[in-house]
């Protein structure tokens, strides 16, 4: 299966992994990784609050690190390595946010949206490309929209300047062929690049991220040790490993990413991210992976089902920045349950 083609390593375990602990990363934890993951060979390596630039709040949980002394961290930290944030569109704003990103030298920016509302991106895509940094649109929970209607989605992300669209597993809940599917929809259908950022509830985080590389990806997430919300991501340096056994240019290190690996597991990870019970329910259920604290502690609070929250929870097709709604849920399960003992 040797093929040489090369492969984009982005690597959001500061990031992601900061969903996995509150959103509180240090600066010295910033400055640890950086250097690892710098020495390793990554292609980007995306900083900040788990939700992204800007979104540091009550309601999301609030950022040990503010977004400058990250980015200024990881700047000083990264020699080789490109400096890459997520943005969604209402958490960051141009002018307070990601102007000041972009002075403080990040190379790469992802601006994301729900996978159906790509419009709200054209101003924060727009404006990256005219700074002349690297720009990608980011379309997330990309199992609730078939793969025609993802093709209109980057496509409209494509016309206001994005260089390439990753899809997002945000609930890990592809199986290989359903990411084989939307790739080459995407791939057949758009002249820029396409990526994919895989969840690993079910398990399946490398399978569907070698699946997205057969069928034509050339960028690929992955964190350290899998650092990532709910069941965590796929797991960096076994994604790069088997990209090697398969013929795939990633450009990083082997050795190297496995030392990158220690030290997360050392200095970031409180919990090496497992496929818990309710991880498997929150994939199935096609729920957010960055619920499942939220989701537990509601749960117990209401003496309710966390399985049958998440459930729920997939039935109205709730997305990310709608945490509300859990104790919604929560309250309404627990009358159900009060109704039925009477």
């Not at 990601?98 to 996978?115: N, T, Y």
């Not at 609930?171 to 359903?178: A, C, K, R, T, V």
């Not at 929809?185 to 690993?200: D, K, M, P, R």
């Not at 050392?266 to 991210?273: G, R």
Request: glycine share 10%; hydrophobic share 45%; with cysteine.
């Amino acid at each position: 299966m040797a093929n040489n083609r090369e492969i984009l390593i982005s690597d959001p375990t500061l990031r992601d992994g900061n969903h996995a602990v509150g959103h509180q990363l240090s600066a010295e934890h910033i400055a640890a990784y950086c250097k690892a993951a710098d020495a390793a060979g990554v292609t980007i390596v995306e900083v900040g609050h788990g939700n992204g630039l800007g979104a540091s709040s009550l309601q999301l949980g609030e950022s040990k690190t503010p977004d400058h002394i990250a980015l200024t961290t990881a700047r000083q930290n990264l020699v080789k390595s490109k400096l890459g944030i997520h943005v969604i569109p209402g958490f960051a704003t141009i002018e307070r946010d990601l102007k000041p990103a972009l002075e403080l030298g990040v190379d790469v920016v992802r601006v994301a949206s729900h996978c159906s509302e790509a419009d709200i991106c054209e101003r924060h895509i727009s404006y990256s490309r005219s700074q002349g940094v690297g720009v990608w649109g980011c379309l997330m929970m990309s199992h609730m929209i078939s793969p025609a209607l993802l093709l209109e989605q980057a496509r409209k992300m494509e016309s206001y300047g994005a260089e390439g669209v990753v899809f997002m597993d945000s609930s890990g809940h592809f199986l290989p062929d359903d990411v084989r599917q939307r790739v080459e929809t995407l791939v057949n259908g758009l002249s820029i690049a396409v990526g994919f950022h895989a969840h690993n509830n079910l398990g399946m985080a490398i399978g569907n991220s070698v699946a997205a590389a057969d069928a034509g990806a050339t960028l690929l997430d992955g964190c350290a040790r899998g650092f990532g919300a709910g069941a965590g991501n796929a797991q960096l340096e076994v994604l790069i490993a088997v990209l090697e056994r398969l013929g795939y240019a990633t450009g990083v290190d082997l050795y190297k990413i496995l030392d990158a690996a220690d030290v997360a597991e050392e200095l970031l990870i409180k919990e090496i991210p497992s496929i818990k019970s309710v991880s498997v329910v929150s994939g199935m259920a096609g729920v957010f992976s960055g619920f499942m604290k939220p989701v537990s502690r509601i749960a117990k609070e209401f003496n309710v089902d966390p399985r049958d929250v998440f459930f729920e929870l997939g039935r109205r097709k709730i997305v990310a920045g709608q945490e509300d709604i859990i104790l919604e849920v929560a309250k309404e399960l627990a009358q159900r349950a009060r109704k039925g003992n009477e």
